[in-house]
């Protein structure tokens, strides 16, 4: 490893090692984002590492102080045994020695909506209602939305001659075609990405969203899956797996935030920066399991929706809440995107999620 790529690395670890929730996948997005923009400042490299790393906004004193630590080799104060240590200190030299207090701790995880962070891993039992997906693993292979293709086949009615097979079959029959050679486009299946709101007002819900994406990712030809919460994870490797008990494991060891808080805006925008990531929701069918409950700026949210709704096919947001009969959009985000998602579902057990991805082709 070059030492100019070995510095970013170990910057990556330097947050994980200070409780910032750094993927692998988050690690190669900063590198290439260093690559791609060709920074000639500091500071550029530093708001690549604020947009990949998804930094939030309360923490972004604490990552300063160690980008400064890193970068420009400002000294940290080590802890000494017996001290408190809920305080980071820094020695700039020459200067002042600075404080910063991280966060205090917050409420039970899963008890409403909340934009602070907590990290932490949940293991997961497999669902007894297996009978669903089973029934969904029969069916989606040829019920999931399909688009045309660039190449073609032959049919016996299309839009086109096929042409090469008409002259070759006209020189067998000196040049009198028996019958006339059809082609058409090919169908081929659409990407899918599933975007799962891990926060704790999800709670009940995401295990079970996140065995309906395992199942789907063994089926979809092109698929993505995000997780959302305080922050953005790509799950889609640890889905691999063909063993659901393995690929949960792998998910609750990938997943730094989940039963944490709710910044689903800014998980949005953080999968948009990246244009890596933006490519998988061109064309594609994008699935958001999420209760929309998005406690603090509404703004963030409803902007990356609107963005995503541009490039996207269609956008499914299926909700837990949707699924009650006197279910009425409450929250100024989920009213906002209303106009900007092509459906609003309910999503409150495993049969009602496979029957309405089953219906989307039928529906569109």
């Not at 993927?23 to 920074?39: K, V, Y």
């Not at 929250?331 to 309405?356: F, K, Y």
């Amino acid at each position: 490893m070059s030492d100019p790529i070995k510095t970013f690395v170990d910057f990556a670890s330097l947050l994980r090692a200070h409780n910032f929730a750094v993927s692998p996948d988050q690690t190669m997005a900063f590198i290439e984002a260093i690559g791609l923009l060709g920074p000639s400042t500091m500071e550029d490299i530093r708001r690549a590492a604020v947009a990949m790393f998804a930094i939030p906004k309360e923490r972004e004193a604490e990552f300063d102080t160690l980008f400064k630590s890193h970068f420009y080799g400002q000294v940290l104060a080590p802890t000494v045994a017996g001290e408190e240590a809920d305080e980071l200190e820094i020695h700039e030299p020459g200067q002042e020695t600075r404080e910063i207090q991280e966060d205090e701790g917050e409420e039970t995880p899963g008890v409403r909506a909340s934009t602070a962070e907590t990290l932490s891993h949940r293991g997961f039992n497999q669902s007894e209602d297996v009978s669903a997906l089973d029934r969904f693993a029969r069916k989606a292979p040829r019920a999931l939305p399909k688009r045309l293709s660039y190449r073609f086949t032959d049919a016996r009615r299309g839009q086109k001659l096929n042409m090469r097979k008409l002259i070759k079959q006209a020189n067998r029959t000196d040049g009198d075609p028996v019958l006339l050679p059809w082609k058409r486009r090919k169908e081929r299946q659409r990407k899918i990405l599933l975007l799962i709101d891990v926060s704790g007002s999800m709670r009940d819900q995401s295990e079970f969203y996140l065995e309906f994406a395992h199942v789907l990712s063994k089926i979809s030809i092109s698929f993505e899956c995000y997780t959302l919460g305080t922050r953005l994870t790509r799950i889609t490797n640890s889905l691999k797996p063909r063993d659901p008990e393995l690929a949960l494991s792998r998910v609750s060891q990938a997943v730094a935030d989940m039963d944490g808080g709710t910044r689903i805006g800014d998980a949005l925008q953080a999968f948009l920066a990246i244009p890596r990531y933006t490519g998988h929701a061109r064309g594609a069918l994008v699935l958001v399991f999420s209760d929309g409950l998005e406690r603090g700026d509404a703004q963030p949210m409803i902007e990356a929706v609107g963005k995503l709704s541009k490039i996207a096919w269609r956008i499914h947001w299926l909700s837990p809440l949707a699924s009650a009969d006197d279910f009425k959009p409450e929250t100024e985000a989920i009213r906002a995107i209303l106009p900007l998602v092509d459906d609003l579902s309910g999503a409150g057990d495993l049969g009602a999620v496979c029957d309405h991805v089953l219906n989307i082709a039928r529906a569109a």
